[in-house]
């Protein structure tokens, strides 16, 4: 039994170097991938301040590293840079793509961030122009800004009138930051509405940080066949990560239909919040062939 495994080990390392070489031929140059983690022991033993470094002076100004089983073209040099995003920005304007991610945490390939091409395009015009319609770069953005400045000087304000000697105003500072940011998506502060949930957000979204800031979840990002998260120590990351993701999309999804309901779609009129807008600009396309779903 003992001697089939080291057969079976030994034609799996046969079969991950054959199929790296053929990858690697049409790459630049690059430290050689380990199976499964890629070159991951390389970054963590470099450190992101100098993995940059170490590419440049081991592999030259343009070079491949490897984030579990997906190559990345690296570059170390402002000529080539400029050449390639810059005099040829159309041809690698592409992003990359992470199925899992994409899949666990957003619902697939959708909105704007992680988005190239015709969809890209559409979204991003949409939200430059709904952003300013609520102000972008003018006064009242500020005033939104400054709203929530007022609000939060005013509690701590208050708490120190309480005789709190101690407070931490970080908690302020991140429900501010927040507020201004939830009102211009959904329409309210959560001072206004729930603490509560202001914390349930805080809270998904510092799981989904430490999710992706994970090495085992990077390693599952990159797998396409599915079969890594099978793995006994990638099966929990993968389980939690499915979790999360689903907590995410169904506290979301609930907050956009709560906001739909409040919509009179017969009023021909300008959305006051982001949902509202792209909402009325759904109802609006109707079936005609669009890039908003």
Not at 15 to 31: A, D, S
Request: aromatic share 12%; proline share 3%.
């Amino acid at each position: 039994m003992f001697f089939i495994l080291i057969i079976l080990f030994l034609a799996f390392l046969a079969w991950h170097f054959y199929e790296i070489q053929l990858k690697r031929k049409h790459l630049p140059p690059g430290p050689f991938p380990l199976p499964i983690i890629g070159n991951l022991n390389i970054i963590y033993q470099q450190g992101f301040k100098n993995i940059s470094s170490y590419l440049l002076k081991n592999f030259g100004d343009i070079s491949t590293l490897w984030v579990g089983q997906k190559p990345f073209i690296t570059f170390n040099n402002f000529d080539d840079i400029q050449e390639t995003f810059v005099k040829n920005g159309d041809a690698f304007a592409g992003r990359p793509k992470s199925q899992e991610i994409d899949k666990l945490f957003r619902g697939g390939l959708n909105g704007i961030i992680i988005t190239d091409g015709p969809i890209w395009r559409e979204h991003r015009r949409f939200a430059l122009h709904t952003l300013r319609n609520f102000g972008l770069g003018r006064n009242l953005m500020q005033e939104r800004v400054l709203n929530e400045v007022s609000w939060m000087f005013d509690e701590i304000k208050q708490k120190l009138k309480n005789a709190e000697n101690e407070m931490n105003i970080q908690n302020c500072i991140d429900l501010a930051v927040g507020s201004i940011i939830n009102s211009i998506i959904f329409g309210y502060s959560f001072h206004e509405k729930s603490l509560d949930e202001f914390d349930k957000v805080k809270s998904y979204l510092q799981g989904f940080l430490k999710m992706i800031g994970n090495p085992a979840f990077r390693i599952l990002s990159t797998d396409t066949s599915g079969n890594l998260r099978k793995l006994p120590g990638l099966k929990g990351v993968y389980e939690e990560a499915k979790m999360l993701g689903e907590e995410l999309q169904a506290f979301f999804n609930a907050q956009i239909n709560e906001r739909k309901q409040k919509i009179d779609f017969s009023e021909d009129s300008e959305g006051t919040d982001y949902v509202e807008a792209y909402l009325r600009q759904q109802q609006k396309n109707g079936d005609d062939e669009n890039l908003f779903s």
